[in-house]
């Protein structure tokens, strides 16, 4: 075995070691990125959006929206609503560019409806550890 590949070996056994043992010295693995619950947060966020544009019932947005400029938004449009099917909105493309900041494409579908494709940011706030939609805005 050349002195290369033995080196190469060590150097591979230590980093496994090494990540063993930060696994193992909290008993738990290491736990997932916060820009995983910002995506979370958007995407229940549009999920719940979507079943209130069904049936205009606000109480689908609990959890999900933060009291700020789209929940205003959505009780100024709420006595408009006909009942029908739900609207799904789907969510892709997307990144946390920043913290609170979801940027990506969403996809509006609703049967016999024309599907609709916006560029959208989704400005979210943590309230009691949950990411809650503020805002949505084209974006740049």
């Known amino acids: 075995m050349s002195e290369r590949l033995r080196l190469a070996v060590a150097l591979a056994l230590v980093a496994t070691l ?19 619950a910002e995506l979370a947060g958007a995407e229940a966020a549009l999920a719940a ?23 205003a938004q959505i009780r100024s449009e709420d006595p408009t609503i006909v009942p ?11 990144r946390v560019v920043e913290p609170g900041l979801v940027r990506g494409t969403v996809m509006l579908t609703r049967p016999g409806e024309v599907e ?6 989704l400005e979210l706030i943590e309230v009691d550890g949950v990411w809650r939609l503020w805002t949505v805005r084209t974006s740049p």
């Open 84 to 94: 029908g099917d739900p609207y799904h909105f789907v969510l892709s493309d997307a």
């Open 116 to 121: 609709q494709h916006f560029q959208w940011d």
């Open 18 to 36: 090494a990540g063993g043992w930060f696994w193992l010295r909290d008993g738990e693995p290491p736990s997932p990125p916060s820009q995983s």
């Open 49 to 71: 959006w979507g079943l209130w544009a069904g049936d205009g019932d606000l109480a689908h947005l609990e959890g999900t929206f933060a009291d700020g400029p789209q929940l």
